[in-house]
């Protein structure tokens, strides 16, 4: 069986965490799996939002350095959703911080923007007028 090309991000968190849930709270995930270390602290473990695989891994020196190590992050994950407006409340309540609230912008996009309690930089969003982005007048 040919394997489907798809994109899995790995988001390193400090040692130590034995408390994960925040993903099932604000994106509705579901952890498939969970390795733990012998006190109980999370190794790595995996999840899908909807169809969408991401896996959580504690930081070593093999999987880079969670956000709170340098006090910033290189990558911004973006979640496209049916209802943006409704995920990052849910996000909010779980224990995320809104970045930037969530807006129609002029080039077809509503998003909000929410940091994880981990230092995760998450970007809600969803096309809204698909015209603009293949017609060519991009932001006009």
Known sequence: MKTKTSFAPELVIPNGVTDISFYVKAFNAVELWRLNNDD???HVAGFTIDDALFHIHEQTSNSGFSPATYNGTTVNVGLMVDDVHAVVAQAEAAGAR???????????????????????????????NNNILTSGNYGE
């Open 98 to 128: 809104v970045t930037s609230p969530v807006t129609d912008y002029d080039y077809g996009y509503r998003q909000g923007s929410i940091v994880d309690p981990f230092g995760h930089h998450w970007t809600i969003e969803k096309i809204i």
């Open 40 to 42: 109980g602290s999370v």
